[in-house]
């Protein structure tokens, strides 16, 4: 069974089908093996498909080359091919089976129910599968009241979108007075991105005409009309085909099945606007009249087709018709909820692995339909929302993904089932450019009749624009909500009733979007060109102007380029090592290649500079007599003390260590960051006039109120510098130790005694460093964790080192009793995990598997489950402390409970990042400033933009071919592993000039946009 949908025909299947044809009959199968071309087989993403039964071994992606191969393999000797089975993303095991895949196994196939199983051009196929035995049934041994009742009973509903009950409205219709009345399938399906019906047309236009013809008996119609839209030339064929042959066999026409029941059908051909799909409007287009809806009442049921009753169905309605006439309507009404039932085809689009076209339960989840069915989210990304019901629907939240689908469940969530598009959204989905999208669509669409529909729609269009653009006002939003219901009361046809929906809707769950574009010029989507310029400035918590410094580099010019990075940030060396690369995650080169490797091409300008000078050194701008008190030295209070002592402010560090640095210094090991490259940086900032006291903690030494009392204000950035506790059995063992001490100590020097046998518990920065020194120190390292690799939270490029370094990582796997003897550990119970439902960070709950328990022997235990902050020595001075043991903070100013004194960094946000505690500090010093100046405390926000207009570079011919991401310069793992050396060593000129031509300037072409 290939497929012959539209998809898999733009795919190429009748190649295929040729190739298959001629391949048999070379090897001399043609009479044992027919190629049977089927319409849409549903998962129209991996077309071309083909089922082979009666196996039902399902192949995809077929190319005329593998042909001649899978005759021979599969036909031939038996072996179907492995290769061209299915395998869900992000696993490794084929499935060989049709119904053993999640995308069809989830299924109930009714209105699909010969898709994939029959040639839509061969009547006798469609026969085969029982056929028009309904038809048979409804004209000899049922009456029309007896149909109808039979339809009423089913519970089926119109599944053109307003979901009114089919029965009824057939009750209606025959019901009026006249002999002639007509029928009519609506097939114009003018959503973006929907194709239920035009599948199901082409799959198996017999069932819609089955159906029509069992509707035309009960209501008394003798002429029906298929409305298609001029887009849909395959369907239209097939239903030409279909027709002509069911008037061959006497089922179209006159008396059929020797009944006085005569009917015909024509088909007419759709105009193709989206709102040629409304009742009214699709009976103008097919009278030959403009296609503009017109008021109800009279409904067409009253008042139709040249003004006679007229009854209209969807396609999938009708489509639908023929199984509740042969299985009766106890059994379809067994499907579903109390007020839906049946199934519902769905084209599931979008941030969807499996896209295609899917039939389900009315009730089932949209978690089963985007997980179960749709094989969730591509690259691991996390589901944000998804929009049901078309361009006039809703977007439903994330949260909402345990949301049964029916139509009053979804109504009540704010959108509506509509004909049946389902597009997800990933966290790379911007609602807001979402709800433009729609409003422009509509908006296009609208036939113009009524003043509110169309001027409403262009005055939602201009907000939403100028929200996108950064330019949105705080009153937009409620202007927004008000044009949307006055829209919604006056307009005259279901599409200016339904068009603010997306409005609404993306109102309702994430208003907190809006006012991030309006107040905060932010995009956290990364989507808003006018707010964002680029998507790796945007990102950076401390916006690095990244395409203008990776611009002058591609232009030889290092020392203007470092220039650009230190504007932004005090510390590029470190940096330049170790930062996260929340940028290279959303670079948009990383899309179809690696992306730019955008902290490398910053270590290789702050290497540069400390090779061979700066050119200039910043200068505090003016010289002032206040002074600030800084608490803690590690990058939030470097990062605060730099910009305040360039404003000229008298600037004092007090850091309880021996060394300055938190972190860098006494976190992150030498291997990673080396001391004399953080000392170089902070020698920068010292040379600002910036004083470090260490050995002196603030709490101790000096309480907070003395501070207070010297110093005009006080920053606090103690970080998080206490390690959490497992709360398992016996981890008070001597040997089980904490990750951050035992780093400390290294850092400092001192000795560190641990035994032979390591393991290290955790998945984050903290526990890849303890194993990567436990191992240079030669124990037998493992790591043990309790995800998968996927969810681990160290940095990506740090656990590849530790696996180069042999460093065994368990994953899934979890402690659950420290073992000892006389208070000396000897082993660890652990348990292993698997992987459940979703938590608040939006990774899956590791869940333990019962029975699973194993033990391992051990020596030293280092704990790096997570930190939190030790506020102990300052809370008595009346902080406001959160449940978390994090400073509480104003998120905009960081000023805390106690004027003067402001906090950032690591302890009001938990353990978080370096570039994230820097953001803090650059803040901070922003609003120390104006409290110092008396001004009053508010943040400006500005929409994104790069400083300077560097021109990209043309690349010459023989370097766009080489055009590749580096490979950095590191040390041979077997010399890493006798010292605490620098293992990454950095790019070298040529391959930082090459790299920096290979960044696509996204900033440029924002600027060109605007
Ligand atoms: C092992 C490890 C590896 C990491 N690796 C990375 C990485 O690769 N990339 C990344 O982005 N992030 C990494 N992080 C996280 C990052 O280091 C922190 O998020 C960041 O250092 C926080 O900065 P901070 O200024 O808030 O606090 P810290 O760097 O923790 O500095 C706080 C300082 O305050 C001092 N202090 C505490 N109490 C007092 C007191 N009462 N008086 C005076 N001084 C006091 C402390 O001694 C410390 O020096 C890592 C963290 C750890 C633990
Ligand atoms: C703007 C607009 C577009 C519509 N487009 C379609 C369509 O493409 N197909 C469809 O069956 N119904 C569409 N409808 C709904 C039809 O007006 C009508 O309700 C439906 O065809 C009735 O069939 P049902 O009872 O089987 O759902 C649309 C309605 C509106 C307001
Ligand atoms: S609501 Fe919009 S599409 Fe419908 S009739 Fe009025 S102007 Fe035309
Ligand atoms: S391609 Fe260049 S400008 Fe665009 S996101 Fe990546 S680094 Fe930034
Ligand atoms: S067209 Fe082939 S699977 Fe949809």
Redesign the pocket.
Known sequence: MLCAGTACVSNKSFKIKEALNEELKKQGLDKEVLVVMTGCNGFCAVGPVMTVMPDGIFYHSLTKDIIPHLVEEHFLKGRPVKRLMFTPPAEEVVIPKIMDIGFFSRQTLISLRNRGLIDPEIIDEYIARDGYKALAKALTEMTPEEIITEVKKSGLR???????P?GL?WELCRNQPGDTKYIVC??????PGAYM?RSIVEADPHSVIEGMLIGARAIGASKGYVYIRAEYPLAMKRLEIALDQARDYGLVGEKIFDTDFSFDISIKQGAGA??C???TS?IGSIEGRPPE?RQRPPYPIESGLWGKPTN????E?WATIPVIIDRGADWFSSIGTELSKGTKVFSLVGKINNTGLVEVPMGITLKEIIYDIGGGIPKGKKFKAIQTGGP?GGCIPASLINLPVDYEKLTEAGSIMG?GGLIVMDEDTCVVDVAKYFIEFTNDESCGKCASCRDGSSELLEILKRICRGEGQEEDIQTLEELCNAIKDASM???GQ?LPNPVLSTLKYFKDEYIEHIKYKRCSALVCKGIISSACQHICPISQDVPSYIGLIARGKFQEAIKVVRKENPLPLVCGRVCNTPCEGKCVAGEWDDPIAIRLLKRFLADYEMKHGAEIEEKPKSVKEERVAIVGSGPGGLTCAHYLALEGYKVTVFESQEMPGGMLALGIPDFRLPKNVLKYEIDRIKRLGVEIKTNTTIGKDISLDKLKEEYKAVFIAIGAQKGLKMKIPGEDAEGVIDAIEFLRDINLGRKVKIGDKVIVVGGGNSAIDAARVAKRLGKDTKILYRRTRAEMPAIKSEIEEALTEGIDIQFLAAPVNVISSNGKLEAIECIRMELGEMDQSGRRRPIPVEGSEFKVEVDTLILAISQQPDVSLLSGNGLNISKWNTIEVDPETLSTNIEGIFAGGDVVTGPNTVTEAMAHGKTAAQMIDKYIKGEKLEREYKVTRPALRVEAVKLTEEETKRLKRPKVQSMPVDQRLKDFSEVELGFTEADAILEAKRCLRCDLEAKEEK
């Open positions: 119109g599944r053109g979108g307003a979901g009114f089919t409205k609506n097939g114009d399906e003018g959503d019906d989206f709102v799909g409304e009742e699709l809806p209209i169905n969807n396609v309605t006039s004909s046809c279901g599409l339904t």
